[in-house]
């Protein structure tokens, strides 16, 4: 066998696919699977944007289309931003890619040097120490386990961790995992900071219309006189639309990124899936009743979890603001039960309770699990009665 390039060698696989896998492998035996693994909605794609697709495809579009995006999907995103975000994005600002994990990696590609710096949140989402590494990048965290209140996204974690070498910094608002959301004062004072540094802020919104407060998400590109030069943001259709699997992101990003961000899809993916394309468009300009009854269920469950935890007791954790996972700290049980970590925790529910949880190590915090409740309230019921068996017995 040849020998497989270094920058793949030390690339480890996502946890979170790897559960995807394992829950097959015990359906396959027979089991009935709790599963609170879930990174994506348990919702089905809305149908007007479903007839959009089917529609595309009886109009035979079905062809390649431009790299970055069609001219009436950047149309809608603009419009989207205005209305949501005062904030008018040019089209050439503009990547539309086959997902917002894919427009992340190559933005990173496009501007990470061996050597550079890249300040990602801790906990992270798993791929963002992996991106960056792979482009011979190095990530410095930025701590929001140790300060109060609990998991607080702050600017100073991200200002402590600067040095001449950070070329970006990743915020993940709403984060994945903790659901935590960055308040305006703090988001502009971090944009303040590093744009001073020439240093651009990458904001990853995937989660931003699933909010539980009063709604307001503080506008990365509009928040700060001129930031849109030192800002890009990361969007996805795939958690709010509930369409992960027709894989459509889109990156607003300053005109000489995008355009090097377009170059490389040019020459890997050519465009994002042209029928994905037009549903996006029904998807942003049509009716958003669905992504709020959606947002209503899961704050129904994050309502329902809270108040089972705590009557669980010696479980910390912080409500969630936004996304739809609960992330807490196990530790207690972790040692009643004389396990060895939250791997082993997850594992021995996984075995004796047939529930998926996702160890904390996954995202940088040992200790912890998340839990998804992007799954039906009956499971959810069913799931956290056993857990409390468990934890109690
Ligand atoms: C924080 C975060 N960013 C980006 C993504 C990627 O989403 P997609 O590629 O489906 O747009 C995910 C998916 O789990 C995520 O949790």
Known sequence: MMELSKRVQTMTSSPTLKLVQIKKQLQAQGKVILDFGAGEPDFPTPDNIKEAGIAAIRANFT??????????????????????????????????????????????????????????????????????????????????????????????????????????????????????????GELAELIGFFRKKNVLVVVDDCYRKILYGDGKYPPPLSLVPAASEHVAVVCSLSKSYAMTGWRLGYTIAPEPLAAAMTRIQEHSTSNPCSISQKAAVEALTGGQETVRAMVEEYRLRRDYFARRVDAIGEIPYALPDGAFYFFADFSHYIGRKKLQDDGQLAMDILEKLNVILVPGSA??????????????????????DKLEAYLKS
């Open 363 to 384: 995202f940088g915090a040992p200790g912890h699990l998340r839990i998804s409740y992007a799954t039906s309230m009956q499971d959810i019921r069913a799931g956290l």
């Open 63 to 184: 062809k390649y289309t431009p790299t970055s995006g069609i001219a009436e999907l950047k149309k809608a995103i603009r419009a989207a931003y205005r209305a949501e975000q005062e904030y008018e994005a040019q089209d050439a600002q503009i990547v539309v890619s086959p997902g917002s994990k894919y427009g992340l990696f190559i933005l990173l590609q496009a501007l990470i040097e061996p050597g550079d710096e890249v300040i990602v949140p801790l906990p992270y989402w798993v791929s963002y120490p992996e991106m960056v590494r792979f482009c011979g990048g190095k990530a410095v965290f930025a701590d929001h386990l140790q300060g109060q209140p609990r998991f607080a996204l702050t600017a100073s974690s991200y200002v402590s961790r600067w040095s001449k070498r950070t070329k970006a910094v990743i915020v993940n608002s709403p984060s994945n995992p903790t659901g935590m959301v960055m308040k305006a």
